[in-house]
């Protein structure tokens, strides 16, 4: 399977603390990217970051990837009951065009 | 940004019958399309990628004659889950690229998601 690996599966923070999921893939890649599905809903891009590049922030996000580890994690600082979602990596092959998701981390955020 | 609508975005059919879901990229002609599928609590796995002017290209395990798909126009692809059971109840959810954005190396890798639809089968 192209599918990726997520942990933690679930994630239980208080509210102002910070929130770190990780992912693992098997292939080479263009770029990663994360994105956030609220219950039932569809998905919202959160960040992109290229196979040359090391970190990315945007807002409270901050992602970094390791291509010689193939893994990749988000950090979500400062986290809001709002951030309440589950997250998800995915990773776009060098080999393919196409996008294979993660497992997933679902994020609760307790006020 | 680009913006991707589905319809219907909930259906209830019966066990046998046919459903057909449709895809439009609302502000950007689309060459190529996904769609993808997830079962409660669990990730999206891919099931074709749509070209459009061409035949679909399904991932291992999908049965393309169980999930039709059309790509009949640059903004627009259809997938007819035929002789639905049960056990294709599920989220459906497709996606886009916008080749407009293939000038932008920050952009032109992402991928616009509808909202998903939401597929029950009794």
């Known amino acids: 399977s192209q599918q990726g690996e997520e942990d933690p599966q679930a994630l239980s923070i208080q509210e102002g603390e910070n929130a770190t999921m990780n992912c693992s893939y098997k292939?080479?890649?263009?770029?990663l990217q994360w994105y956030r599905q609220n219950s039932g809903r569809g998905l919202v891009h959160l960040i992109l970051i290229r196979s040359n590049e090391r970190e990315k922030h945007s807002g409270r996000l901050r992602v970094t990837l390791d291509t010689s580890k193939k893994s990749s994690s988000l950090l979500i600082t400062a986290s809001r009951a709002a951030d309440t979602a589950s997250y998800f990596c995915?990773?776009?092959?060098?080999?393919?065009?196409?996008?294979?998701f993660g497992t997933g981390t679902s994020l609760t955020v307790i006020p | 940004g680009a913006v991707v609508s589905q319809h219907p975005s909930w259906v209830i059919c019966k066990s046998g019958t046919s459903v057909k879901i449709e895809c439009r990229s609302l502000?950007?002609?689309?060459?190529?399309m996904f769609w993808y599928r997830q079962f409660p609590k669990q990730s999206l796995m891919l099931m074709a990628t749509?070209?459009?002017?061409?035949?679909?290209?399904?991932e291992q395990g999908v049965e393309k004659d169980k999930f039709l798909i059309n790509h009949a126009s640059l903004t627009l692809s259809t997938l007819t889950v035929t002789s639905a059971h049960p056990e294709d109840s599920s989220f459906y959810i497709c996606s886009a690229r916008d080749p407009g954005l293939a000038g932008n190396l920050l952009r032109f890798n992402e991928q616009y998601f509808g909202p998903g639809t939401r597929l029950t089968v009794t």
């Open positions: 749509s070209n459009e002017g061409s035949k679909a290209t399904y």
């Open positions: 995915a990773t776009d092959p060098s080999t393919r065009n196409q996008f294979y």
């Open positions: 292939t080479s890649i263009n770029n």
């Open positions: 502000d950007f002609q689309a060459t190529t």
